[in-house]
């Protein structure tokens, strides 16, 4: 019989390295310059925006804790006007709060 008979893995192996190989010297020829450049400014922005998320998390960790900087005190009370006098409709009761479940559960028999 001849030696002319096909092997996949052979072919397979043969095909990847040549495939590794180009890839190899296309990435050798690319210029870094232009990529170092843009990595440092990511970088940067990253730096910045945590500076400002960690500034943001300060503000509201100060106002829960009292640490930070003091609120305004509200006036007196005898210096705030008088609730108005006219009959107002009852404040809506507050809506279901869960980011996954924007409304409360149905409540009855389940259908379907």
Do not use: N
Not at 47 to 61: C, M, Y
Not at 77 to 102: I, V
Request: aromatic share 4%; hydrophobic share 30%; charged share 30%.
């Amino acid at each position: 019989m001849s030696d002319d008979k096909p092997r996949p893995v052979d072919d397979l192996k043969e095909g990847l390295g040549l495939l590794f190989r180009a890839a190899k010297g296309a990435v050798e020829k690319l210029p870094t310059d232009k990529l170092e450049d843009v990595a440092k400014d990511a970088a940067k922005e990253v730096g910045r925006a945590f500076e400002s998320l960690g500034s943001e998390i300060e503000k509201v960790v100060g106002k829960v804790s009292g640490s930070g900087a003091a609120a305004p005190e509200p006036p007196p009370a005898a210096a705030q006007p008088a609730p108005p006098t006219h009959d107002a409709p009852p404040p809506e009761p507050p809506r279901y709060d869960d980011g996954y479940a924007p409304e409360p559960p149905p409540k009855g028999p389940r259908v379907g």
